[in-house]
T-cell receptor, first 113, second 118 residues
Framework: DGGITQSPKYLFRKEGQNVTLSCEQN?????MYWYRQDPGQGLRLIYY???????QKGDIAEGYSVSREKKESFPLTVTSAQKNPTAFYLC????????????FGEGSRLTVL | AQTVTQSQPEMSVQEAETVTLSCTYD???????LFWYKQPPSRQMILVIR??????QNATENRFSVNFQKAAKSFSLKISDSQLGDAAMYFC???????????????FGKGTLLTVNP
């Protein structure tokens, strides 16, 4: 079955540590996105990538980094520079040149201890 | 930049009744897409309905329908015959229909938490 796989589903980290969240899709979609979800804040865009080896900052990119070396993969690193990293992270993708709906993974919950 | 506003943080409805969730947006563009997504307790985002701005006819998907008022920049979701499984967070979202740059991303509202009472 085609879809988006995020791992791990739950992650705990100590302050000062970097952590990488995985996102893999087998939908052959060009564009991939990372959103952060906090209570009462909706979904806010962190980074997005429209093609391999290219990505752009979203609205809240500070303290995060990404790479897009393969079409199927778009990992997100939460660095120690992110001041409030505890959140729910959603990865999404779409074919870019169609009617625009996003397809989402199941999310990763990051808790900083 | 486009913004999406959901003015109702929480709503409740009796099972089998009808409820309407509100959404307004701000844009200077004339062509765009609007979406309603549902996020149940599992937190999996599910597309409920999509509206294309150039279409005057309101979109409908079974018990879900929208009231799209382009001039007023309003996009409300009506859920008829509410069921317990409709309980979820509902997000309204906007996307430009123009290609290039950051236009492919979706901008989301803050969500409305819907409770369905038996």
């Amino acid at each position: 079955d085609g879809g988006i796989t995020q791992s791990p589903k739950y992650l705990f980290r100590k302050e000062g540590q970097n952590v990488t969240l995985s996102c893999e899709q087998n939908l052959n979609h060009d564009a991939m996105y990372w959103y952060r979800q906090d209570p009462g804040q909706g979904l806010r865009l962190i980074y997005y990538s429209q093609i391999v080896n290219d990505f752009q900052k979203g609205d809240i990119a500070e303290g995060y980094s990404v790479s897009r070396e393969k079409k199927e993969s778009f990992p997100l690193t939460v660095t120690s520079a992110q001041k409030n990293p505890t959140a729910f992270y959603l990865c999404a993708s779409n074919p870019r040149l169609d009617t625009g709906e996003l397809f989402f993974g199941e999310g990763s919950r990051l808790t900083v201890l | 930049a486009q913004t999406v506003t959901q003015s109702q943080p929480e709503m409740s409805v009796q099972e089998a009744e009808t409820v309407t969730l509100s959404c307004t947006y701000d844009t200077s563009e004339s062509d765009y897409y609007l979406f309603w997504y549902k996020q149940p307790p599992s937190r999996q985002m599910i597309l409920v309905i999509r509206q294309e701005a150039y279409k005057q006819q309101n979109a409908t998907e079974n018990r879900f329908s929208v009231n799209f008022q382009k001039a007023a920049k309003s996009f409300s979701l009506k859920i008829s015959d509410s069921q317990l499984g409709d309980a979820a967070m509902y997000f309204c979202a906007y996307r430009s229909a123009y290609s290039g740059g950051s236009n492919y991303k979706l901008t989301f509202g803050k969500g409305t938490l819907l409770t369905v009472n038996p």
